[in-house]
Every structure is written in C-alpha cells, then in structure tokens.
C-alpha cells in the first residue's frame, strides 16, 4: 500500500522544497517541455519568449519564490516522491492565479491534479481571494479537467512572439 500526501508550502525555506529540489526542477522543465511541444504546433512560436528556464534553474528559484511569497504551493508524494507540484498566487486584491501544475507522467489520471487544484483553492479563499482563474493551451489534454473542475472561458488572451 502506497503513501499517497498532499503537503501545503507556504515558504521557500521549507524542507519539502530542500528535499525534493532535484525532483522539483525535474518536473518543472518536463512540464514546460510539454509546454513547448503544445505552443511548437502554433504559427510564431518561439521558445525564447515563452517559459526561459535557464540550465541552472535560478529562473525557476526566482519564479518560485514570486509564486510562494504572497501565495501557496503544493506538493503531492506517493512514497516520499514528489509526483506533483502546483502553486497558487495572488493577482489582485479578489483574484488569484492558479499554476503552474504539474504531476508526473507516471501518476497522471490518478486525481492529483484535482486534488491540487481544491487545495490551492482552499488556501486562496483562506487567504481572501474571491476567484481564482488558470490558463491553458486549448491543445493541452488537461483542459478538461479544469472545465471539469468548473472552469470555463472567462476572456480571450491572444499573443505571439515579437
């Protein structure tokens, strides 16, 4: 019987991002991959502009510690494994963000992700916020499950590179 946890980080001093740092930078670039091979498929597309993530991962320290500062993250372990991490940060007074998600290829479809979602949800109304909205790549498989969980078009956001 496995040992499935859902762990609620509030610093980026705390030990479970100590511990699982390798693992964390691992999934990060793994889900900005994804990422990249979704956005590839758009005209313009540019690697460049979308998700920098330099080699030593001060990118990804730096984006984490905007994300945890006034917000949440989480961490989800089978066994002392992370397989998951989602963070939820503050926009504007009322509205929060919610992402970047990530759960690795081996668990997906298990209901982590879910389960990451309502936790940050959770903490985000704890916190004040009255609204929380993600953004997802119209091709990204995950796009049901977030119109699952009750998120629906709010507005359009359309870019390309420069």
């Known amino acids: 019987m496995s040992n499935s946890q859902l762990h609620v980080v509030k610093s980026t001093a705390d030990t479970l991002i100590v511990r699982h740092y390798k693992k964390l930078l691992e999934l990060m670039r793994k889900g900005i991959d994804s990422e990249h091979h979704l956005l590839a498929e758009k005209p313009n597309y540019d690697p460049e502009y979308t ?15 905007y994300w945890i500062q006034d917000g949440v993250a989480v961490f989800h372990t089978i066994d002392d494994e992370l397989v998951g991490i989602g963070f939820a940060y503050p926009m504007d007074e009322y509205k929060c963000m919610i992402g970047p998600l990530v759960v690795d290829e ?48 709010e507005s359009l956001v359309l870019g390309r590179a420069l």
Not at 112 to 122: F, S
Not at 134 to 152: C, M, Q, R, S
């Open 51 to 65: 998700f920098p993530l330099n080699k030593d991962g001060k990118k990804l320290e730096s984006d984490m510690a």
């Open 106 to 153: 081996n668990h997906r479809r298990k209901g982590i992700c879910k389960g990451m979602i309502t936790e940050l949800e959770n903490q985000m109304r704890e916190a004040g916020m009255k609204a929380s909205v993600l953004i997802v790549l119209e091709n990204n498989p995950a796009k049901d499950l977030y119109t699952n969980h009750g998120y629906g078009n």
